[in-house]
C-alpha cells in the first residue's frame, strides 16, 4: 500500500499526488502561453518537497478551479499558481464575501463565504490587478463573475468587489458583501 503523503491539512496517498502532478503537467504543457519560458521539471520539484501545497492544489481542482502556472516570482523562487477554469470555479460558487457578510444574513443564507473557504484550501483570493493581469492571459468570466480581495475601507462599509469579462472588457463592480449567486465564485493564487 502507497504510503499517504503527510499535510498539516489532510493526508492523500502517493496515487492521488501523482495522478494530480500528471493532470497539472498536462495543463502547463498545454497552455505554454500562460507561463513562457519556465520548465515543468523546476515547478513539479518544488511541488514534490512541499505535501500542504500539493494539498491545496488538489483541492483547487477539486473545486473546479483548472489551477495552472502563470508566473515565478525570482526574488523568492516561488512559481505563482491561479485558477484558470474558463468561467469561475463551480465547485465554489453561491457564496457571499466573508464571515462577517454571512452572519449578518438572517435567512437564506448561503452555503458558506469566499473569504474562508479560501483560508480552508490554503489560498488567497485574487485581488483587483491580479484578476486583471489572469484576464491578459485569456478569457475568463465570460458568462460568471468571481468575488476579489476587497479594500477594507469599502468591506468597513457594508461591500465587496467582483469583477467579469463582458463585451471584451473586464469589469469591476461592487455589492453587498452578503449577497451571492449562482454564478459568482471566487478564484485562488497559491505560491509555491
Known sequence: MPKPLKSTKK?????????????????????????????????????????????????MERTGGEPNVVGHDKKTG?????????????????????????????????????????????????????????????NFDAKTSSWVKTPSAIRKLGGALFCDRRFDTVFTYHNGAESYYAARAFRGLLRV
Open 11 to 59: 493526508e492523500f496517498t502517493r496515487e492521488q499526488c501523482e495522478q494530480l502532478l500528471g493532470t497539472l503537467k498536462a495543463r502547463f504543457e498545454k497552455n505554454m502561453n500562460l507561463h513562457k519560458g519556465l520548465e515543468w521539471a523546476e515547478v513539479k520539484a518544488k511541488l514534490e518537497i512541499s505535501a500542504d501545497k500539493l494539498w491545496s492544489l488538489s483541492e
Open 78 to 138: 516561488e512559481y505563482i499558481f491561479y485558477d484558470c477554469s474558463a468561467e469561475s470555479p463551480e465547485g465554489r460558487r453561491s457564496l457571499c464575501y466573508d464571515r462577517e457578510a454571512l452572519d449578518s444574513r438572517k435567512e437564506n443564507k448561503p452555503k458558506g463565504n469566499a473569504v474562508e473557504m479560501a483560508d480552508a484550501i490554503g489560498v488567497e483570493l485574487l485581488t483587483e490587478e491580479q484578476y486583471r493581469e489572469l484576464q491578459q492571459l485569456g
